[in-house]
């Protein structure tokens, strides 16, 4: 077992500080030592500073000798391997966690300073309690999220709330109620995320090369309709792309070597979302110390019967009705547009999008649309995902085009976004 100094370290550095409590009389102090209620630790010293510090570490050595104990079923639960650096990670989450109810009770011994620092056992449950309740928290909103359709966040949510749980001293014996059911939460969650993942259907629907890349457009469905978010990497059965990507609305897209053996092509569903932990610092400190848990679905298979590789970089787009809308003497794309339809216009900047040439297209845009197409086109790196019909609908300032998928890589901690437009 990991060393009982280092533990104890980790405690005091959040037991530094505590609040004192009112001045018990010696016979309320007797009875609460006598009780089973508390525990306590001694410092005794001539220095008062002293024996509160003995004190402090005695309390605190008695705490981790019960923190230790409780976290055995981290080696021992559901066959898990767990090496003594791993539980020391576990448990030095601990140390932004910190807790005021620590008290004390002082006598005087032959001039000596006689020090008592204690916490009820309640109050020290209570720490452990408020990740429990976290844990809880994210998996009650992973259900809203699937209910939903956004599985990506919902995988996420759930993931986090598995982490805290495994963070937490009988952590495998939390219950929480679904359906106005009982259910052990651990199990629950890894059911649910399993479910989520059966229920997954992933087709590829176009490519085209992109570089010494072949871009692959993806339809991605959760339970046989458009999932409204879902993120992931490439995979080849072993390994995994560092770069994530993520889909939206049932689209998505995927960059793949050329040489990929389309008929093997994998992705695996991404839900750890260390980065976005920052804005817990509790969570974060959490999922660094544990190894990532695997799900027996997490690796999905794509349907690539119906996608051959383009090797070109032109791209057709059905127009609906047929491009029969006739432009506006004054329309909200520009006066420059010499063409006579919408159909058109929007042919001529898909074609550009397509081959990267935007030097023609300024005149189709009021300049405030033009400075935002350069912002989210040029620098989104814009490519469009594959064929599609597009939409006009009519309103006050002339016709509004929809919907146009695209896919924008913004480099961000190695993350693809896709998008509809």
């Known amino acids: 077992m990991f060393s009982q100094f280092f533990m104890t370290a980790i405690l005091l550095h959040f037991f530094a500080v505590g609040a004192f409590s009112q001045a018990l009389t010696s016979k309320e102090w007797k009875k609460l030592r006598e009780s089973d209620d508390c525990i306590i630790g001694m410092g005794m010293s001539e220095s008062m500073d002293h024996a509160r510090q003995v004190a402090m570490g005695d309390l605190v050595s008695k705490i981790s000798t019960k923190v230790i104990s409780r976290f055995e079923y981290l080696i021992t639960n559901q066959g898990n ?34 020090i008592y620092r204690y916490i009820t056992k309640s109050d020290l449950s209570t720490m452990f309690k408020r990740r429990v309740n976290m844990a809880k928290k994210w998996a009650k909103e992973a259900v809203e999220r699937e209910r939903e359709g956004k599985i990506g966040d919902a995988l996420q949510d759930y993931y986090w709330s598995l982490a805290l749980l495994r963070s937490c001293p009988d952590g495998d014996l939390e219950t929480i109620s679904n359906d106005y059911d009982e259910q052990n939460m651990m199990i629950d969650i890894n059911r649910r995320v ?80 260390r980065d976005e932990a920052n804005i817990q610092p509790e969570l974060r400190d959490v999922l660094e110390s544990l190894d990532p848990v695997p799900f027996r679905q997490e690796t999905i298979n794509v349907d690539t019967r119906d996608c051959p590789i383009s090797q070109s970089s032109d791209y057709t787009m059905a127009i609906a009705g047929g491009g029969t809308f006739e432009k506006p003497s004054t329309g909200s794309m520009g006066q420059a547009n010499s063409e006579p339809t919408f159909a058109s216009t929007m042919k001529a900047i898909q074609k550009g999008i ?59 901690n190695n993350y693809y976004l896709s998008d509809s437009i």
């Not at 992933?202 to 309709?225: E, N, P, V, W």
């Not at 935007?358 to 405030?368: D, I, K, P, R, S």
């Not at 064929?387 to 890589?409: H, K």
Request: charged share 30%.
């Open 81 to 114: 391997k767990m090496s003594d650096g791993q539980m020391e990670k576990i448990i030095k989450t601990y140390s932004s966690m910190r807790l005021d109810n620590v008290s004390e009770y002082m006598e005087k011994d032959h001039g000596e300073f006689v």
């Open 194 to 273: 399993n479910s989520i993942l059966e229920n997954i259907s992933i087709k590829a629907i176009d490519s085209d090369k992109d570089g010494q890349s072949q871009r692959m457009t993806l339809k991605i469905d959760y339970k046989g309709k458009p999932a409204a978010n879902f993120n992931y990497k490439y995979s080849d059965g072993k390994t995994s792309s560092a770069d994530v990507f993520t889909a939206k609305d049932g689209i998505g897209d995927l960059l793949v070597p050329l040489n990929a053996k389309l008929k093997r092509l994998k992705i695996r569903a991404e839900y750890e979302f």
């Open 354 to 412: 397509a081959t990267k040439d935007y030097t023609n297209l300024e005149g189709y845009f009021t300049a405030e649309g033009w400075d935002m197409f350069n912002k989210l086109v040029r620098y989104g790196d814009a490519k469009l995902l594959g064929s599609t019909e597009v939409q006009f609908l009519p309103n006050e300032d002339g016709m509004v085009c929809r919907s146009l998928p695209m896919s924008f890589t913004f480099i961000y």
